[in-house]
C-alpha cells in the first residue's frame, strides 16, 4: 500500500499561540478510529464533480446535523455558473462561526491549519535558501502563473512555450503593469506548470529580462517533474512536489491561472490572492450577485 507521510511537507502552525493545539491535527502513533469514540472515517470520492452534490455533501456525522452550509470552495472559479458561489447562499453563516467572510474563508482556515515543513527542503533543496525569499521579499512584485498542459507525468512535449504558454505569459506582463507600484524595483515570476520542458522554456525566454516598466523579472521554477499524483506516479515524491508548487503558488501577491484547473485557484485561495485567468486575462469573481456574469 502506498503510504504518503504529510508532515515531511507540511506541519501545524508553530505561530498561533493557544490555537496551535486546536489546530494540531497530526495523528498520534498507534491511534485507531473508532465510531464509539466519535471518531469517523469517509470515502474518497473519485469523480468529485459526479459523485458529490456540489453545496451539500452527504457525508454525515451520526446523530449530528451540520451547523451551517459551508461554501464549496474548489470549483468556486470554475467556468460553469453552477459551480458559482453566490451572495445569498450564506446569508446564515455569520451566526453559526461570528466573524466568518466567505470571501476570506478559506484562506482564513488553511492559513491557520499549516505551514511547510522544515523537512520539504529534502524535495526542492532550494525552498527555503533561495525560492521563498524571493517571493517574500518586500521590494517585489511577485506573480504566481500556473499553466496546466495536461500533458503531465514528466513528459517533455515541447521545446518552445507552446500557445497556452505564451498567453499566460502575456496575461501575467498585463498583471505587472496594473499591479506593480513605484516602491516595488523587481518582479518575480513563480513559474508552475505540469509541463517541465515549458517551464525550462519560459526560464530561458524571460528570467533577468526587463519589464516594460523597466524594472528586472526574474523566472523562478521547482524541480517538480509535474506528476499526477495517482496512477503510476502515486509516490510520495510526485505528493510533496505538487504541494510544495501548490503552496507557493498562494506565496505572491496576485495569481495568473489556467482557467480549467482547481490546482492554481485553489492555491490562490490559500492566501485570498487576486485570480487572473488566461482567457481573457480578466479578474475572476469569487462571489457573485444573481443575474450577473463573470
Known sequence: DLKIDISE?????????????????????????LEENGCYTFPYFKNHMMSVPFLETDIKFPGRKALVRVPRYRYAYFILSDKFLYDDMFLDIDEALPGFKVDKGMACAL???????????QFEP????????????????????YIRTMKSDGNKETNEITPLGQKSLNCAISVENEFRSSSQKRIV???VS??????????KAYNNTSASSGVTREVLVTGAEGNHTRGNHANMKSFAE??????????????????DSTFGTTAAL??????YEIRKC???VLIHKRGEKD
Open 9 to 33: 511537507v507540511i506541519v501545524p502552525h508553530s505561530d498561533r499561540g493557544s490555537a496551535a493545539t486546536a489546530n494540531n491535527w497530526i495523528i498520534p502513533a498507534g491511534f485507531e478510529c
Open 111 to 121: 492559513r491557520s491549519l499549516f505551514q511547510l515543513s522544515p523537512k520539504a527542503s
Open 126 to 145: 532550494r525552498l527555503f535558501s533561495n525560492i521563498l525569499p524571493k517571493l517574500h521579499d518586500p521590494e517585489s512584485l511577485v506573480i504566481s502563473i
Open 189 to 191: 515570476w513563480m513559474v
Open 194 to 203: 505540469d509541463s517541465p520542458a515549458l517551464k525550462e522554456q519560459i526560464v
Open 242 to 259: 505538487g504541494l510544495i508548487d501548490w503552496y507557493l503558488i498562494g506565496e505572491a501577491d496576485v495569481a495568473v491561472s489556467t482557467q
Open 270 to 275: 490559500r492566501s485570498n490572492l487576486p485570480v
Open 282 to 284: 480578466k479578474q475572476r
